[in-house]
């Protein structure tokens, strides 16, 4: 399968061109294509900071420059053909740019090697993503805040174990969600401070001895500094790995609320329901309305996870500086990355679009106990029993209620009397729900008076 025509890139040395599979395996342009838009940015950067340092001349900056442009907007336009055996992004694109403006492309590449330059490429690419991330979070929160400030006051039960614990607000359960995608924006801008050094100019490993400007191509990239050590410049991949862990934990946070809206829409809940746009139908149960896009999402931590694993798995006793087990770093970022901001999306649209059902969540917040705790708090402060006793007493009106088959405030004074003679006809103020969150006004509790608090304050953050 060999021929004696030899690669224009790194031919020198070789005679035989490579094998067909070797070529196959070699290969990345069918995904690093993704990187073109940042490698002929990077580039360009670089030319100009050629020129200026004296390396190349301006004449032949200025023709590299302009080329790489005509070359971008012919991929971006799909007329650039892809080759193989060009292997990667940086070689197609240089290539091209020889056929396009002739000898100058051959000054392109002094003091650089793919090396810092698909580092530099990669952080560009990455960086991007983290600022979508960025705005697909805080679209997210903003509907979430919409959703609370909604019912700030409509009650639901709120569980533990999934069990009925204690009754809560919606806005209450809406703002936990949206303090976790918060912090989540938080480690995408931490993230993003510190990704954001430049590799470009560490050459292959060692830095080169042309009289580059790494500070110049740095700051034209949009980096705050040049990274200070050109071993580590080419062999780092942290930065994508904490990418990838950033929106793991995000795609956490999707995938619980996720699990709540499929609890939340169905039959035996009806707590919410969804949007004609975020659900789908049954080719055969013509009743149903499936929530697939919370599921869909719930899915989405299954990949986005994965991909994490598997870069940790390909950089783990790598030895400095490059080698190329590293070129298997992109496309599971390329497949998170999508895929995150797909479920952000998502999540935005469905979220922001469901209707609460208030009666069905008030009516469920009334049952299963869920006052319990607000009646031993009750005989706690008003007939001074210790809460451990208390908690005994409560429980066995808890029991009483349950043999009778119905919920605490059905109780008869007379029936709690007979369980401790101190209780009376004002216990029935803390039996009701609504009483129940409104006394819960410890900072960050439940009550619509700290849940009005809480909108306010995110609607300034997010404004
Ligand atoms: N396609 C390669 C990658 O993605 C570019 C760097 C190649 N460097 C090299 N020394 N072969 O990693």
């Given at each position: 399968m060999s021929s004696s025509s030899s690669n224009q890139?790194?031919?020198?040395?070789?005679a035989d061109a490579p094998d067909a599979i070797m070529e196959a395996i070699n290969a990345s342009i069918g995904f690093d294509k993704r990187l073109a838009a940042q490698d002929i940015a990077g580039s360009r950067a670089h030319a100009a900071m050629l020129a200026a340092q004296g390396i190349v001349t301006d004449s032949d900056a200025s023709a590299i420059r302009e080329g790489l442009l005509t070359v971008l907007s012919e991929i971006e336009g799909g007329t650039f053909q892809f080759s193989t055996a060009l292997e990667d992004i940086h070689m197609n694109v240089e290539a091209r740019l020889k056929e396009v403006?002739?000898?100058?492309?051959?000054?392109?590449h002094t003091g650089r090697s793919r090396n810092d330059q698909v580092a530099t490429d990669f952080r560009l690419w990455v960086r991007d993503q983290l600022d979508a991330a960025d705005a697909g979070l805080t679209a997210l929160m903003r509907a979430l805040v919409a959703q609370a400030e909604a019912g700030a006051d409509w009650v639901m039960p709120g569980f533990t174990h999934l069990q009925t614990a204690q009754p809560v607000t919606w806005g209450h359960h809406m703002l936990a969600y949206v303090e976790m995608f918060g912090r989540d924006r938080d480690r995408v801008r931490d993230a993003r401070k510190r990704m954001n050094e430049s590799p470009l100019g560490a050459a292959a490993l060692a830095g080169t001895g042309f009289p580059i400007d790494r500070h110049m191509t740095a700051e034209a990239l949009g980096f705050d500094r040049p990274m200070a050590n050109s071993l580590d410049a080419v062999s780092a991949r942290d930065f994508a790995l904490e990418f990838l862990s950033v929106a793991s934990i995000s795609a956490m946070h999707l995938s619980r609320l996720a699990e709540e809206l499929v609890i939340w829409s169905s039959a035996q809940f009806r707590f919410v329901t969804l949007s004609d746009k975020f659900s789908t139908g049954s080719s055969i149960m013509p009743q149903k309305k499936n929530p697939d896009a919370a599921e869909l999402i719930r899915a989405k931590i299954g990949r986005i996870f994965g991909a994490n694993v598997a870069l940790m798995m390909v950089m783990k006793g790598l030895p400095l500086a490059y080698s190329k087990d590293m070129q298997e770093d992109k496309e599971q970022v390329f497949d998170a990355a999508d895929n995150w901001l797909l479920a952000l999306a998502a999540m935005e649209g469905m979220a922001g679009d469901m209707k609460a059902n208030v009666p069905a969540l008030e009516s469920a917040a009334a049952h299963g106990f869920s006052t319990a705790t607000d009646l031993a708090d009750w005989l706690v402060r008003e007939t001074g029993l210790p809460f451990r006793d208390a908690h005994h007493v409560t429980g066995t009106l808890v029991a009483r209620a349950e043999a009778k088959g119905c919920d605490l405030p059905d109780l008869t004074l007379e029936e709690m009397k007979a369980v401790?003679?101190?209780?009376?006809?004002?216990?029935f103020d803390v039996l009701g729900v609504h009483n129940s969150v409104a006394s819960?006004?410890?900072?960050?509790?439940?009550a619509p008076a700290r849940v009005r608090e809480q909108v306010a304050s995110w609607k300034e953050a997010l404004a």
């Open positions: 890139m790194w031919g020198g040395r070789f403006i002739g000898d100058p492309a051959g000054r392109l401790h003679e101190a209780i009376d006809e004002t216990v819960r006004t410890s900072f960050g509790g439940t």
